[in-house]
C-alpha cells in the first residue's frame, strides 16, 4: 500500500482504520474485487524508521475481505484496538529472538533490491 490515505491517517492516529468507515480519507476507491479493509499499524517502540525528518512506520498490517459479511469482524477489530495486541506479540518476538527491527528490515531491503 502506498504511504497516505489510511496507512498515513491510522499512523498519525495511532489506532486501527476500516475502510467502509474512512472512505473519505482516501483518495482512490477500494478495487472492485475487494469490497472492505482494515488496516492496523503496530505501535511498538521499534517499529518506526526516520524519513525526511518525519518519522513512519517500518511494518504494517491489513485484512482486506471480499464480502460485506465480513465487516463486523473488521469494526471488531477495529474496536478492540488490535494494533495493540499486534504490538504486544510483535515485542515478545523481538525480545524473545533479540532481534533489531530496522537493521532486519535494512537486511530485507537489501535483498528485494537484489532480486531487481
Not at 512506520?57 to 471488531?76: E, M, R, S, W
Request: charged share 25%; with cysteine.
Amino acid at each position: 500500500m502506498e504511504w497516505e490515505d489510511l496507512l498515513e491517517a491510522s499512523w498519525k492516529e495511532k489506532h486501527s482504520l476500516v475502510y467502509s468507515v474512512n472512505k473519505n480519507i482516501c483518495k482512490k476507491p477500494i478495487k472492485d474485487v475487494w469490497h472492505n479493509f482494515i488496516t492496523a499499524i503496530p505501535n511498538c517502540n521499534s517499529n518506526y524508521f526516520s524519513y525526511r525528518n518525519d518519522k513512519r512506520p517500518l511494518l504494517t498490517f491489513g485484512i482486506t475481505v471480499n464480502h460485506q459479511k465480513y465487516d463486523d469482524y473488521l469494526y471488531a477489530l477495529s474496536f478492540f484496538e488490535f494494533e495493540n495486541v499486534l504490538s504486544s506479540i510483535i515485542d515478545d518476538y523481538l525480545n524473545t529472538f533479540n532481534i533489531e527491527i530496522s537493521q532486519f528490515s535494512d537486511y530485507c531491503m537489501k535483498g528485494m533490491k537484489e532480486d531487481e
